[in-house]
């Protein structure tokens, strides 16, 4: 089984850029999609982007389409989420799951312990 781990992060300004990794542990990181979801204060937990077991498909949420690119390294066992344009709604803790190739939470079984992403006005 994979656990997700993530690290990371960090604080930004309006429109800059990060590009937190998603590094797990485990023999079968190439079988499981990645995701990673995102949770602001006082609200709940929402899909961000995932992208599929090889790489070759991804899909994000509207919020952050042309905005965010999911990559992933299976020989490396991580992945990638870079975060251009940042905007100060974009500010949550972030979380890297690994799963199927969905956009629910429940299709993701593995999930780390989140990523603290700031973004100042």
């Known amino acids: 089984q994979v656990q997700s781990v993530e690290f990371g992060g960090g604080l930004v300004q309006a429109g800059g850029s990060l590009r937190p990794p998603c590094a797990a542990s485990?023999?079968?990181?190439?079988?499981?999609?990645l995701g990673w979801f995102r949770q602001a204060p006082g609200k709940e937990r929402e899909f961000v982007a995932c992208v599929s077991r090889t790489g070759g498909n991804t899909y994000y949420a509207d919020s952050v389409k042309g905005r965010f690119t999911a990559s992933r390294d299976n020989a490396k066992n991580t992945a990638h989420l870079q975060m251009d344009s940042l905007k100060p709604d974009d500010t949550a803790v972030y979380y890297c799951a690994a799963g199927n190739f969905r956009t629910n939470a429940e299709s993701f079984g593995s999930w780390g312990q989140g990523t603290q992403v700031t973004v100042s006005s």
């Open positions: 485990g023999r079968l990181f190439s079988s499981y999609a």
